[in-house]
């Protein structure tokens, strides 16, 4: 039982060392980049006396460059080893990142798939009119898990009826004609660049850019971008227009 214990206690560690690995190599490449460096600085006098050295055993006044490699490059060999383990760490941690990107992206991807099959069936079992009274349950419950009345309401110069995007999370004001003018030229824009980002969107509507903005968009091979509306009433008492996309910004969309 005690064997048992020990076990589980060790794969539980093991398992957090590989969770955090790109961050423990990253971590070592930059302690050995600096050791390394730390290592040359103190080689060089040492380096510099059998420079020195080399010079009256070949009775010279200067050594030709592959003199003084031969005479001094034993001093700079430890710094050199840390050096080339350090930017292995850091091109494995580069390595491991890139999987586990490359796997959350099929993931997403897959999900979307899913995702995107379902709402058919939904609409194709109970109609566009239920899925629509649906899609307003889901705006209402969104509005009601983030109050207006705990949120910051960003103003914009685009209009000033309360509307919340249901990507972000975020109350803004702006008008349902202004939206759809910057939808209009989204599109116009992924027409000619065959791309967009769902940070140009922010843009366009006067919010502040999101992390995962420049992750996500849209291509023109795929979909325009369409927004879809639902018109809630907010806990302060005045209507609030529930913006989302009927379809959703992709990852790696470029």
């Not at 099959?117 to 969104?142: C, H, N, S």
């Not at 989204?186 to 027409?191: E, F, S, W, Y």
Request: net charge positive.
């Amino acid at each position: 039982m005690k064997n048992e214990k020990v076990r589980y206690f060790f794969n539980g560690i093991a398992k957090k060392i590989q969770s955090y690995s790109p961050e423990i190599l990253i971590g070592a490449g930059i302690s050995g980049m600096i050791s390394s460096t730390v290592m040359a600085v103190k080689s060089t006098p040492k380096a510099m006396t059998l420079i020195q050295e080399k010079k009256k055993e070949l009775n010279k006044e200067e050594l030709k460059p592959i003199e003084v490699f031969k005479a001094a490059f034993k001093c700079y060999i430890p710094s050199a080893v840390i050096t080339t383990l350090s930017v292995g760490c850091i091109i494995a941690a580069s390595n491991i990142n890139h999987k586990r990107n490359a796997a959350l992206a099929t993931a997403y991807s897959l999900s979307e798939s899913a995702l995107k099959l379902y709402q058919e069936k939904v609409i194709e079992t109970i109609g566009e009119k239920k899925e629509q009274q649906v899609r307003d349950e889901v705006a209402k419950e969104q509005i009601a898990r983030n109050p207006a009345s705990k949120s910051e309401v960003i103003i914009t110069s685009n209009g000033d009826t309360l509307c919340y995007d249901g990507l972000s999370g975020r109350y803004f004001k702006s008008d349902i004609e202004k939206l759809r003018k910057a939808v209009n030229e989204l599109n116009h824009t992924m027409i000619s660049d065959m791309c967009v980002s769902l940070n140009d969107y922010y843009d366009l509507i006067g919010l502040a850019s999101i992390p995962v903005g420049d992750k996500l968009g849209w291509n023109a091979n795929n979909s325009l971008v369409e927004l879809e509306f639902s018109t809630q009433m907010a806990d302060v008492g005045v209507p609030c227009l529930v913006v989302d996309f009927r379809v959703r910004p992709k990852y790696n969309y470029e």
